[in-house]
């Protein structure tokens, strides 16, 4: 199978260079009414790596801080898996650092961002709902829109952004791509009958449990079952467990912006978050791909099959084609 590359979005400040890339594989004969070779998107939205010299420069520990807020070298894993799969891939190249696409566009601290009344976002202050500003959802933490603090560094950035420049980012980042990806999920099921949006991440290990057991090294979420069905994540956590893997259940992550906003499980469109343990993949450094990653890839690879299969059956019943099974998809898989 070939690949087939498209580009979205631009990175301001970069003279315009990508905010995202697209990877479809194509087929030399199409399956009979469906134009992705499986039912299932994984997008990889914090791996970006690409940081213009503005950035950068408006850092206080670029070296520190920009690593330590990326999903390091994950969307190596979701590049693998697709080539082993036929899974569509979108991977963000605008780092974290300079917005994050899991957050909701207005999930802003107030107080690191220099208001302009000429600026859509800079009319967003005060915060709505209150006289007096504020911070709300995950900005609070200092994880927003923008990533303000980081533990154990303390403050990201030098001074406060400007309210033009989170806008561009806004609009030339965070809006295309989750506008490309909304309508690549329903057009992929549309043709399937209904579609999954794996969003990939990875996290730092997790501490002991307050039980003595360690924790999980891979996390599934999904919202508590708000953004795919129960059948999903039934076989998603089947499938781990056959690999000796230990798995968490939403915490403690269970999804953020991406799921909130794509998985509407009732219009079969089904999202489910994966967080993967770097040190299982990573060197001891966590900087490096390490011995692990081919393993994981190879995990990866299989719940991405499995999961493919458990959407196109649902897909089948809600196109009332009851249980029958369509053998293309498994062959485009392999």
């Known amino acids: 199978m070939a690949w087939s590359v498209s580009e979205g979005g631009r990175i301001p400040g970069s003279d315009g260079v990508p905010a995202?890339?697209?990877?479809?594989?194509?087929?030399?004969?199409?399956?009979?009414?469906?134009?992705?070779?499986i039912p299932l998107i994984i997008a990889v939205p914090h791996a970006g790596r690409h940081y213009p010299a503005g950035l950068l420069a408006a850092m206080r520990q670029p070296e520190l801080a920009a690593r330590r807020l990326e999903d390091r070298l994950v969307d190596l894993i979701g590049?693998?898996?697709?080539?082993?799969?036929?899974?569509?891939?979108?991977?963000?190249?605008?780092?974290?650092?300079?917005?994050?696409?899991?957050r909701a566009p207005d999930d802003i601290d107030r107080e690191m961002i220099v208001p302009d009344p000429t600026v859509p976002v800079g009319r967003l202050m005060p915060r709505r709902g209150g006289a007096g500003g504020g911070i709300g959802g995950r900005a609070q933490g200092g994880l927003?829109?923008?990533?303000?603090?980081?533990?154990?560094?303390?403050?990201?950035w030098r001074g406060r952004l400007p309210a033009v420049e989170l806008q561009a980012r806004i609009e030339d980042v965070h809006v295309p791509y989750h506008a490309a990806l909304a309508d690549e999920h329903v057009a992929v099921a549309r043709d399937w009958g209904a579609a999954l949006l794996l969003d990939l991440h990875s996290m730092p290990p997790l501490p002991v449990r307050?039980?003595?057991?360690?924790?999980g090294t891979?996390?599934?979420g999904d919202r508590f079952g708000a953004s795919c069905a129960t059948r999903l994540s039934g076989a998603a956590f089947a499938?781990?467990?056959?690999?000796?893997?230990?798995?968490?259940?939403?915490?403690?992550?269970?999804?953020?912006?991406?799921?909130?906003?794509?998985?509407?499980?009732?219009?079969?469109l089904h999202a489910m978050q994966l967080e993967i343990d770097r040190s299982l993949y990573l060197d001891a450094a966590l900087a490096e791909p390490g011995e692990g990653m081919a393993g994981v890839i190879e995990i990866v690879s299989g719940l991405v099959r499995r999961l493919a299969g458990e959407?196109?059956?649902?897909?089948?019943?809600?196109?009332?084609r009851g249980a029958q099974t369509n053998q293309g998809w498994s062959r485009a898989a392999e």
């Open 218 to 220: 891979f996390v599934l």
């Open 311 to 320: 959407v196109a059956a649902l897909g089948q019943v809600a196109s009332g």
């Open 20 to 37: 995202f890339v697209w990877r479809r594989k194509c087929l030399g004969q199409r399956l009979e009414q469906h134009s992705a070779p």
């Open 210 to 215: 307050a039980d003595g057991e360690p924790g």
């Open 144 to 156: 927003g829109l923008v990533p303000r603090r980081l533990a154990g560094l303390g403050e990201v």
């Open 79 to 102: 590049l693998e898996v697709a080539r082993a799969t036929g899974a569509t891939l979108l991977v963000a190249q605008a780092p974290r650092a300079m917005i994050d696409l899991n």
């Open 239 to 268: 499938h781990l467990a056959s690999c000796g893997v230990r798995v968490a259940h939403n915490r403690p992550y269970a999804g953020g912006y991406g799921l909130e906003r794509h998985g509407r499980r009732d219009s079969g």
